[in-house]
């Protein structure tokens, strides 16, 4: 074969290497957006504002979250795990009244371990382990995020006193349950790719998905009530 054609060959592989590369993306920038926000809803905007705007870098990053995690199958959670799981984080909110710092980082070793158990990446890739729920769990896993947080927070503190105070520990614990509930969920479907819309349908007194009103399965609830004592600064 010529020189001639040598180079030929290679500048139409080229062309059609760009012609793809660019049907590609103009694909993504058609379905990507849309596809992305209703899947991950308020993550969606969280993940555009960290990115300070930029929608095409939150996208990238979303796009690897689905990629690295979309094919995840949560492992059911049997009857007893779950009756288990819901005693200890009913252990956890009695906790909060006397020892709120403590009562939170116990949440978020509990959250870490429920999710490892059903299949996601152990709570030692707290990261990872964030990025995947955020697939699957998209409108409750800034809950774990927050709660995360401050018990980190409060880890680093140490005896010192500072901190974040008793109103972010129980604003962190309350936005937590949410995921909890997800994650103990019968069906382990709950917060699958739920719309925004969609969660925000479901009433606070349990009409939604019935879990604060009487449970998935009909096992007792375990709803929080701040009304009846008032947490100590620990």
Do not use: C
Not at 50 to 71: K, N, S
Not at 106 to 123: H, M, S, T
């Amino acid at each position: 074969m010529s020189t001639g054609m040598i180079i030929a060959v290679i500048v139409i592989v080229a062309v059609v290497v760009l012609v793809a590369a660019i049907l590609t993306l103009r694909a993504r920038g058609r379905h990507g957006g849309p596809d992305l926000k209703r899947r991950f809803g308020p993550e969606y905007e969280r993940t555009v504002a960290r990115h300070d705007g930029d929608t095409q870098a939150a996208e990238r990053e979303l796009a690897e979250r689905v990629e690295r995690h979309g094919g995840l199958r949560e492992r059911p959670l049997e009857p007893t795990e779950r009756e288990r799981y819901a005693d200890r984080w009913t252990a956890v909110q009695e906790r909060f009244v006397d020892a709120p710092r403590e009562a939170v980082a116990e949440a978020d070793r509990l959250l870490a371990e429920i999710a490892a158990v059903r299949g996601y990446p152990d709570g030692g890739r707290y990261e990872e382990q964030l990025a995947a729920l955020s697939v699957h769990h998209a409108d409750h896993v800034d809950g774990y995020r927050r709660v995360h947080r401050v018990a980190q927070d409060g880890a680093a503190a140490g005896a010192n006193g500072s901190g974040a105070g008793t109103e972010e520990l129980r604003t962190a614990l309350v936005d937590a349950r949410a995921l909890f509930d997800d994650l103990i969920d019968t069906g382990g479907t709950a917060g699958r790719h739920r719309t925004h819309a969609h969660a925000g349908a479901a009433s606070a007194d349990g009409d939604g998905d019935g879990r604060r009103a009487g449970g998935t399965d009909g096992t007792r609830s375990h709803a929080w009530s701040f009304g009846k004592s008032h947490p100590k600064e620990s």
